[in-house]
Nanobody, 123 residues
């Protein structure tokens, strides 16, 4: 079992930055890929970014490419999402996910989820 706790969300003006963290406890994160997803009311959870267990492979949704950076520190059992040049449309609850048996951008592949952290970007 893996427990995930996100932190770092908050209210920021458009153009600002936030750094989300996802701390894991329980089973080790390795060798699992990790993902960040986000969700707004009435919409399905959408892929934001993913990272392989070694960190050598990363991927991003087109909407965040060039602005967000995912990274991980397996010694600290923590995954990060650096979000720069934030836009009002980035407003959502952000979730980290773990445990996928293969690298994936589908939320259905991830069995473990955090409780989410709210990110609000004002215009």
């Amino acid at each position: 079992q893996v427990q995930l706790v996100e932190s770092g969300g908050g209210l920021v003006q458009a153009g600002g930055s936030l750094r989300l963290s996802c701390a894991a406890s329980g089973r080790t994160l390795s060798p699992y890929p990790m993902g960040w997803f986000r969700q707004t009311p009435g919409k399905e959870r959408e892929f934001v970014s993913a990272i392989s267990w070694s960190g050598s492979r990363t991927s991003y949704a087109d909407s965040v490419k060039g602005r967000f950076t995912i990274s991980r520190d397996n010694t600290k059992k923590t995954v990060y999402l650096q979000m720069n040049s934030l836009k009002p449309e980035d407003t959502a609850v952000y979730y980290c996910a773990a445990g996928a048996s293969r690298y994936s951008d589908s939320p259905r592949e991830y069995p473990y989820w955090g409780q989410g952290t709210q990110v609000t970007v004002s215009s």
